[in-house]
């Protein structure tokens, strides 16, 4: 397949890397450092004792690529709407569009049959403009589980987690999402497909929209975070609003609290992607992770108290370190 991944990041780099090793014509868009770097030494990836090398085409100009089969959205949330307006040469009538983003996507309501369907979310997509760029159609919803770093430009890190889901944006089963999971499962990836994506984002979400803000607020890592019993009670809380808060949208992923935390905590000493902006003093995803989930409860007058607390908190600090963006 002839891919191109936008960004090459923590998890842009990592799928990048890994699809490029399968034997895919894999492209990057990049700049500055990263750029830089990737021209020189190539991509690297270093996964257990392993390091792979990815001597592939990297460019900040996406019209020398032309039209690929499939395009991987690995960028910061903050940075899409600009992005996919940059990166229109890209898409094709045929195109696949994998979002490998953090927080609801912009397209979560779009085709749903549920009581927000075809909300469009302002907190990720203002004045709607990556659903004008980008062809819903086109999507292949995409949960991405693993854990990973940037060790310096170009060079990537892989601690714990392989996991990916895919699925139809409204739902079901169909043969390019079968095929798209084959891929990535003959890539390397714990790759599946799933007839209700949605819901796998949200349970993902449950863990983002606790341990990412909170690690931004005392700066510590996961397991720090949910051994600290005070934090422990507060994720189980908010846990426990945003399952409700699912439920009443009809997404209810089948675990409960402690169970979503306990899978956070065998993925050991993690740095939320969160802390790792803090640290690397960029835009963090408080609106996709945190502002989407408030306006989402102000649609339907659900309090979720806790979380709008931890959001306004988390807000304010990513404000204060200048890293809160617009």
Known sequence: MRVTVVGAGAIGGFLACKLFAAGHDVSVIARGETLAAIGEHGLKLHTGDEVLVAPLKATCAPEE???QEMVIFAVKAP???????QTKALIGPQTLIIPALNGLPWWYFLQSADVLAGMRLEAVDPGGVIEKAVPVAAVVGCVVFASCTVLSPGVIKHM??????????????????DATTQAFREAGFDAHAH?????????????NACFNPVSLLVGSATDELIDDPCLHALFIGMMDELLDLGRTLGIAPQIDSAQRIAITRKLGKVKTSMLQDVEGHKPVEIEAILGTLVSVADRVGAPIPRTRTVYALARMRAKNLGILPG
């Not at 007839?195 to 863990?207: F, M, S």
């Open 79 to 85: 940075a899409l709407p600009s992005v996919v307006e």
């Open 195 to 207: 007839a209700n994506v949605r819901e796998e984002i949200w349970l993902k979400l449950l863990g």
């Open 160 to 177: 714990s987690g392989s996991r990916m889901v895919f699925g139809e944006p409204a739902g079901g089963n169909s043969a390019r999402v």
């Open 65 to 67: 690529l032309g039209i």
